[in-house]
């Protein structure tokens, strides 16, 4: 059973129908914020429970529940084979390579909800999984992003250039940087370890290397906040490509122009 909590998340999950099993409420509370979760959880036909605040500081383990936890069946998980479905003329993954921080998990899936992203590729092992830190963190975004978890990151990739795929990683060793690339195809997207970066593997693996340039003093970004960088610069890139070109408007004939002293 997983714990989910806020008013954001659990709004979210229910919106995108996933099994509720029980949504706990703080019974001292009183908004319309908090109305509209009940609301919802009673046209879904999801039980409700009015607890004191004490019992849902205990269910969120001293998260910021903001008065509602709801008891979720576990989540599932697409296969990576799921993905390669995309949304928009090409295919948009995002790959981590080991991201353990779930704040830094929950804004990345909240990033590519925003930026279009076709599907997230974790691995089962070493990395941070979807729990209801990254669920808070993430706006409710993780429970609309398509989400595969890999056993092996690295074969998971190769099949994906098989299908045509272009691996891009992000590493500031790359020789390229990243408003240099052109995103207008099909491609994954693979962010690395916090502090560490890609693996070796992972990073040989790539056909492309783009780096972030940087004009401080400090050598990197946060990996949620490079990612956001680089997931917003594809959206621009595509979203030029698919809009319209339109006609200049005519121009007015030019007003001949009188000479001084006329």
């Known amino acids: 059973m997983a714990v989910l909590f806020g008013l954001h998340p659990v709004e979210?999950?229910?919106?995108?129908?996933?099994?509720?099993?029980?949504?706990?409420?703080q019974r001292s509370r009183k908004d319309a914020r908090l109305q509209q979760v009940i609301d919802a959880c009673r046209a879904a036909g999801v039980r409700l429970r009015f607890e004191p605040k004490e019992q849902l500081d205990r269910l969120a383990e001293g998260g910021?529940?903001?008065?509602?936890?709801?008891?979720?069946?576990?989540?599932?998980?697409?296969?990576?084979?799921?993905?390669?479905t995309p949304r928009g003329e090409h295919l948009f993954l995002l790959a981590l390579d080991g991201i353990e921080d779930p704040h830094n998990l929950g804004a990345l899936l909240r990033t590519a909800d925003a930026a279009g992203v076709d599907g997230v590729l974790l691995p089962e092992r070493r990395s941070a999984q979807v729990n209801a830190t990254v669920a808070k963190v993430s706006a409710g975004a993780s429970e609309h992003v398509r989400i595969a978890r890999v056993t092996n990151l690295v074969r998971t990739l190769e099949d994906l250039k098989q299908n045509n795929v272009w691996c891009i990683g992000l590493d500031e060793r790359g020789s390229q940087d990243y408003d240099h690339f052109d995103f207008r195809s099909n491609c994954v997207l693979v962010l690395g370890r916090e502090g560490a970066g890609l693996h070796d593997l992972v990073r040989r693996t790539c056909d492309?290397?783009?780096?972030?340039?940087?004009?401080?003093?400090?050598?990197?970004l946060n990996v949620s906040v490079a990612g956001a960088v680089v997931m917003y610069e594809a959206m621009r890139q595509r979203r030029q490509a698919a809009r319209p070109i339109h006609a200049a408007p005519p121009q007015a004939a030019a007003k001949p122009r009188k000479g001084l002293g006329s």
Do not use: K, N, T
């Open 12 to 25: 979210e999950a229910l919106r995108a129908g996933r099994r509720v099993e029980s949504v706990a409420v």
């Open 64 to 84: 910021a529940h903001q008065g509602v936890v709801a008891l979720l069946a576990g989540r599932s998980y697409a296969d990576a084979s799921d993905l390669l």
């Open 208 to 220: 492309h290397l783009l780096r972030i340039p940087m004009a401080g003093q400090v050598a990197s």
